[in-house]
């Protein structure tokens, strides 16, 4: 599956109980069949007056609930942006997470850098609250250690150290805003030992987040599924929520004809989740879709 690179998390966006049966935004939802759905995207929708009011005008006609927001440059010398952003997302009824990350953040000599970034989303939830204003839903963690070019090498002792690395962010964030982290669904057959047991990386991942969003990127509902169930039944036992990440990214890469639903259109999409919905709402931890990405899905054929 494609490796995502921080230029494409600059943000995201969730729809939820956008019914499992619509065609198109705006349709009404099905109570019987909720369904969420998070689109990644890279635009500024808090710098920028004209993304803002598409972004608000889309989320209205769309149902939309939740937004995962890329915050790489907005804290905290943006900290007024995203405040008076989060101010207007509540009167919308729209909750949102904050997307950070870098691979590099894995080395141990990289550390203070993410702890820095992170004790800046902490004290930007702290400062909302002093002011009455709306909190973030969740700090939402992107780190792929598998990007580094040690990776092959070293995967192992990489692990490890992102491992670490979640154990410190989840302490700084005590009483501050969730945690939620992205992985890849091949780590779910990544073994891993660790104090003195060995289980998945995934696993370990989904004991440290409050939330996962699993990378399950496949085109057809077969593979969807079976991507999905070990990790899903993983962060069932453990009492965790997840989404489950699809692909709608238009790039050149060859990969993208059994990952990708470019080529297939927004009907094949919305076909894919209302089945693969189906065969997974029997786990507890299914919590939705996530799609990559928004400008990408603006513009599938039908």
Not at 184 to 199: D, F, L
Not at 236 to 264: K, Q, W, Y
Request: proline letters at 6%; charged letters at 25%; hydrophobic letters at 45%.
């Amino acid at each position: 599956m494609p490796q995502m690179t921080l230029p494409r998390w600059i943000g995201a966006l969730a729809l939820v109980g956008l019914g499992l049966a619509c065609g198109q935004p705006g349709t009404t939802p099905d109570p019987a069949h909720p369904l969420a759905i998070a689109v990644w995207s890279y635009r500024d929708l808090t710098g920028s007056a004209k993304e803002q009011a598409a972004f608000f005008d889309f989320a209205s006609r769309a149902g939309l609930r939740e937004l995962f927001l890329g915050g790489a440059d907005l804290l905290p010398r943006r900290a007024e942006a995203l405040a008076v952003f989060l101010d207007e997302a509540q009167r919308r009824g729209i909750k949102v997470s904050l997307v950070l990350g870098r691979a590099a953040w894995t080395r141990p000599d990289q550390r203070s850098a993410a702890l820095q970034a992170v004790l800046a989303v902490r004290d930007f939830d702290r400062a909302q609250v002093q002011a009455g204003r709306p909190r973030l839903a969740a700090l939402q963690l992107d780190v792929e250690p598998h990007a580094l070019p040690d990776w092959g090498r070293d995967g192992s002792k990489l692990s490890g150290q992102y491992l670490d690395l979640l154990e410190a962010l989840k302490a700084e964030l005590t009483g501050g805003p969730a945690l939620h982290v992205d992985i890849p669904v091949w780590w779910h057959g990544r073994p891993i030992k660790r104090q003195g047991r060995t289980r998945p990386l995934s696993e370990w991942v989904i004991q440290l987040a409050d939330r996962t969003v699993l990378m399950d990127y496949r085109n057809r509902v077969d593979g969807i599924v079976e991507g999905a169930e070990g990790p899903l039944a993983a962060a069932e036992a453990l009492g965790r929520p997840m989404i489950i990440g699809l692909a709608v990214h238009c790039d050149r890469g060859p990969e993208n004809a059994t990952t990708s639903f470019c080529r297939l259109g927004e009907g094949a999409l919305r076909k894919a989740m209302r089945q693969a919905d189906h065969r997974l709402s029997r786990r507890r931890s299914h919590a939705g879709f996530a799609i990559f990405t928004y400008e990408d899905w603006l513009s599938l054929g039908r």
